[in-house]
């Protein structure tokens, strides 16, 4: 997402917070959430998948959830302990590691997804 995007879209949820009292962290949350639905829905991904947005700057961030392991049998969920040392030293066998990763066109697809989630409740009210 663009920086001008994010800072507008804080800027919309500081106005809803405001006009509608619906807490910002909640609807930052409840963002969140729908980016990861979105991102495992358009990724075939069965990964633990976390987004994370700062609540200041609108910035996104995607990460892949790793548990640490002696022998890897699932790429997608498992990090071995030689490679997470290369993250950092200090993890050990049983942690898990965030390891951000960067979708293509995930912003343009997570919009898409947010305006037709919206368009569905919306009608229902």
Known sequence: MKTTDSKELISALEELEKERGISKEYMLESLENALVMAYKRNFDSAENVKVTMDKDTGEVHVYSVKEIVDEVEDQNL??????????????????????????????????????????TKSKRS
Not at 87 to 104: A, F, H, Q, R, S
């Open 78 to 119: 498992q990090i071995s302990l030689e490679d997470a040392k290369n993250i950092n030293k200090k993890l050990k066998l049983g942690d898990t590691v965030n390891i951000e990763i960067i979708p293509k066109n995930f912003g343009r697809i997570a919009a898409r997804n947010g305006k037709a989630n919206y368009s």
